[in-house]
């Protein structure tokens, strides 16, 4: 069914991107009040949408034909469905009261028209990418938001570190790219198709053969590492802290990182199609938020720790996207995007009232001066720790609960042990975040100046959040996995598992929490001890698994070496020869007409008369 509302909802972004540039250089402080308009009103558009949903009913609009060649018909179309409703909710739910920050946290800054027109373009191609109705629409949006990462992650560019954290991201993607580019391939060549709303039907997935869907399965796979941050391309993400810190919020809670795993829920018969697929996503996305926990424990930029926490708890995602539990993952998903969006914020009003301070060393005591900061930092860690009631709590348990019931061939003799590695993670995740919380908020403060609370334009939105953080769970936990039962598989309904289930599904977040507590307060003496011993432990866990390292030595390095050889090739082979033999037959043409150009006239008269009777011979008829 067409509605035109569907278009407004992108629409309506890009032109606040437009008019936000255009009109903010004039004005620069109304930039930040059109983009947020924008995203408000795309956000009320995207709820009428929802409300209409009925039962099976979708809505779709054709913006363009965009390309019709030979039988290849791509309409430029978007699509409305429970899934894309849950994304869409979320990207401009979330990215509205992340633009109303912005307009406190970037108050002071002189390209505050570029900031909110590249805040305006990434809301509008996460938009077209869980709308997209085919994967090469999908692709714009997914093109769409590598672009603006780049350019809000490098937004102060004049910082060469700043700069290079930008181009990170971009190449990084670009490599998870290619295999969304193959995956594209391989099923339009035995499907006949790239409708989002065909591939998974059973029929047309029949045609697809067993060595061609492990492939495009992979391949999609792969892509969704790059943009939702797994191994080995995980690198990028906490360098992209460099860039301002709403942009932090917005791409780790709202629109860049969470494509990853809508793609994977989109395209879940493509994933089923052999066995080994799901095993080997699940396996890497263990590992993954295993080693970014334990990276997470030793760092002291606030930002930093919240960087790889997002990592790890991508990591838990994939987990459910590798037990089949889809609509479990997008559960965390969107409760996540409530408890990060605060915490980020939080720690953008803790920089800002700290005078960009980020070192939590530097920190401590801010319950005093920013007791509303501390308040909605508190309740995002208690719902990132997976205490009961709070929203991290149903998530997280909903994927426990599902790592205990996995049916993959492939798993069946490791179902224990996984989910005994995810009970540890969920124990770490608790500890580094509680540590966050102390050396921040507890104790006496240790920095400079005087810290303040940030402007209400900057607190009324975490606030906001904070809410979400505690009953978003709750709330949502009942009917969220019914409702997409529709474009997903279904799963079991994970209720929480009443009072006596939800004080033990605490008890991994509360011995993280009592840990860094007797830690860091009871008995900090006995940290230092620890430290000692684990000295290995902490050298590896500080130099990030050395993985920056690996990556250039293996990756990196090579490739620069082959790129010198080439260059000294094609230099001396290509430009080196072509000049030569340019100069080669320029001096051979030269050497010829001084021979022909002697300067006397008796040799211009001999070529004029044979000119002529050459001309005669050609011209003249033979008798």
């Known amino acids: 069914m067409e509605d035109t509302r569907l278009a407004l909802v992108v629409l309506v ?65 978007i699509y409305f469905d429970k899934l894309s409703a849950v994304m869409c909710l979320v990207v401009t739910g979330v990215g509205s009261l992340i633009h109303l920050y912005s307009i406190g946290y970037m108050a002071h800054d002189e390209s505050r028209p570029r900031f909110f027109s590249y805040l305006n373009l990434f809301i509008a191609s996460m938009l077209i990418l869980v709308l997209g109705k085919s994967l090469p629409v999908i692709f714009i949006g997914w093109e769409g938001v590598g672009l603006c990462s780049y350019l809000l992650i490098g937004f102060w560019y004049t910082n060469p570190d700043f700069a290079s954290a930008g181009r990170k991201a971009f190449v990084m993607n670009r490599i998870g790219d290619l295999g969304f580019i193959v995956a594209m391939a391989i ?42 941050a797994q191994l080995p391309l995980f690198t990028w993400l906490p360098d992209a802290m460099a860039g301002p810190t709403p942009v932090s919020a917005l791409i780790h809670a709202a629109t860049m990182v969470t494509a990853g795993i809508y793609l994977m829920a989109r395209m879940f018969g493509v994933i089923e199609l052999a066995p080994l697929v799901p095993a080997i996503i699940l396996w890497t996305a ?48 969107v409760t996540h995007a409530f408890f990060k969006a605060c915490l980020f914020m939080s720690a953008g009003s803790v920089i800002h009232g700290c005078h960009h ?27 990132i720790a997976g205490i009961a009631p709070f929203a991290g709590y149903f998530s997280k348990h909903a994927i426990l609960e599902s790592l205990a019931h996995a049916h993959n061939p492939y798993l069946h003799s490791y179902g224990e042990l996984i989910g005994l590695g995810a009970t540890a993670i969920a124990i770490c995740t608790a500890f580094y975040m509680t540590r966050s919380f102390i050396l ?37 936990n009942h009917g969220f996995f019914t409702y997409l039962q529709g474009p997903l598989p ?23 929490i009592a840990a860094a507590y007797a830690l860091f307060i009871v008995t900090p003496a006995v940290k230092d001890q620890i430290r000692k011993v684990l000295w ?42 072509t000049g030569n033999a340019i100069g080669g037959i320029s001096r051979a043409v030269g050497e010829l007409t001084c021979r022909v150009t002697t300067g006397q006239v008796s040799t211009y ?5 044979a000119s002529a009777a050459f001309l005669l011979y050609c011209f003249l008829p033979v008798r």
């Open 357 to 383: 301070e980020q070192d939590m060393r530097r920190m401590g005591g801010l319950a005093k001066s920013m007791p509303l900061t501390c308040l909605s930092y508190g309740a995002a860690t208690l719902a």
């Open 605 to 609: 008269v001999l070529w004029m008369f």
């Open 13 to 77: 972004p890009l032109v606040g991107a437009i008019l936000s540039y255009v009109l903010g250089r004039a004005a620069p402080r109304i930039a930040g009040i059109l983009a947020t308009a924008a995203v408000a009103t795309s956000f009320c558009f995207v709820v009428s949408l929802w409300q209409a949903l009925e039962g099976g009913q979708t809505f779709s609009f054709t913006l363009s034909s965009w390309l019709s060649f030979s039988n290849i018909k791509l309409p430029l179309e």
């Open 286 to 333: 263990l590992a993954t938020s295993a080693i970014a926990a334990i990276i997470a424990i030793s760092q002291n930029d606030i930002k930093k720790v919240l960087a790889y926490s997002t990592v790890s708890q991508l990591g838990f995602m994939f987990l459910a996207v590798g037990v089949g539990a889809y609509s479990v993952a997008l559960f965390h998903v």
């Open 536 to 577: 290995v432990g902490e050298k590896v866990s500080s130099g990030k698994f050395f993985l920056d390292e690996i990556l250039g030595l293996l990756v990196i390095a090579p490739f620069r070496g082959l790129s010198v050889v080439v260059s000294r090739v094609l230099d001396q082979s290509v430009s080196i020869g």
């Open 440 to 476: 921040t908020f507890l104790g006496s403060y240790r920095g400079e100046g005087h810290p303040h609370e940030a402007p209400m334009v900057m607190t009324a939105p975490v606030l906001v959040l904070a809410v979400l953080s505690v009953v978003g769970g709750l709330v949502l």
């Open 490 to 512: 279904p799963v079991a309904t994970h209720s929480g598992g009443g009072i006596l289930g939800s004080v033990l599904g605490s008890v991994p977040g509360l011995i993280g």
């Open 187 to 228: 099923l339009y060549h035995s499907c006949g198709s790239l409708d989002i709303t065909v591939l998974n039907r059973p029929e047309v997935l029949a045609r697809i053969p067993s060595e061609m869907g492990f492939i495009a399965g992979i391949a999609l796979f792969l892509a969704a590492t790059g943009k939702s």
